[in-house]
């Protein structure tokens, strides 16, 4: 969590950085993300336990509550900054700049940077084309629709309404195409009250610490003159990617693909379709140039690019398509600072 404090203000000004307010902001906003992903790791946790308690099965589960669950960092933050902007607390600018950034650096580093670690770490990995067809090629479709609608520099409420359609029509394919058999319902919640109060009790926390860091961001930006969504890359964008990261290392650990991938990739589909989709019925949002010129074209590239080299290789990936993967994070993230910083 210090890491994208310690970023901000190796980019800061000395006058700036040696302040002591700006410093206890900043580790303020660090402590904030700290407790947002936690939170949210909670949240998920209840809320599975609740949903197999009621015997819901396993495949609706994956496609809702570990789907949504898994990008609830960056869904608070867009709640939240959505409800800023209609209260007036939130510049409309500043607010969809962050959040759009977050969504962006965290569905960036869950596609390139984690896939890659776990491609490196496990070797060899065989998808199959079920996972190609329920996860992959709507991660593609996600990422081309939700461009298509901001290309215009807007996220109306009706994008937003599309987008969740979308991602309504992604989670009833998910459903019909889960295997039926194999439903597990251990870990089962033994008191339904309880852990439901906990699993609200975590989602307020979510969403008070995502608007601790809007509000600290909005400071950041309006006093350096940064770009809201670089800011929003370095900060939520690396913080909401982290439960993913323990996804990646029990799966190298256990050497099961299917788990990694499919929570990668589907937080993919999830980030765009949810994150933007909420964010513009609620407010609408004002898409930064970066977004649109930088991050979708760059992540449509990776994930075109990545495509045809597993249909060259029959299906396979291997380490040296992760080191690939790895090395266009850094790409990403290094243009993303010297053309898009402020």
Known sequence: MVVPAVLLVAAFPLQVAVSLPFIGALLAT????????????IAVGRLIAVARAFNVPDAVVASTVVAVGTSLPEIGAHVVASAGILSGTLDYHIASATVMGGNMGSSTVQQTL?????????????????????????????LV????????????????????VGFGAYVVSGVRTAPTDGQSYD??????????????????LVFASAYVV????????????????????????????LPELS???????????????????????????????LGGAISTYAVPPSVILWDFPFKLVVAVGFLLVVR??????????????????????SVRFIFYAT
């Open 30 to 41: 660090a402590a904030a993300l700290g407790v947002m992903v936690k939170a949210a790791e």
């Open 114 to 142: 984690l896939v890659g670690v776990f491609v490196l770490g496990v070797g060899r990995t065989l998808l199959s084309s079920s996972f190609m067809r329920s996860t992959y090629y709507p991660m593609v479709l996600a």
């Open 145 to 164: 629709a939700t461009l298509a609608l901001s290309v215009d520099g807007t996220i109306s409420r009706l994008d937003g309404v599309v987008l969740l």
């Open 187 to 204: 870990g089962a919640s033994i008191n339904r009250l309880r852990d439901t109060a906990i699993a609200v009790g975590a989602l307020v």
């Open 214 to 241: 809007l509000v600290v961001v909005q400071l950041v930006v309006e006093t350096l003159g940064l770009n809201g969504s670089m800011v929003g890359v370095v900060t939520l964008g690396l913080a909401a990617a």
């Open 247 to 277: 996804t990646v290392v029990e799966a190298i650990r256990r050497r099961s693909p299917d788990i990694a991938l499919g929570t990668l990739v589907g937080s993919n589909v999830v980030n765009p379709l949810v994150g933007f989709g």
């Open 312 to 333: 060259r290789n029959g299906g396979a990936v291997t380490r040296r398509e992760g080191a690939w993967l790895v090395g266009a994070y850094f790409v990403f993230v």
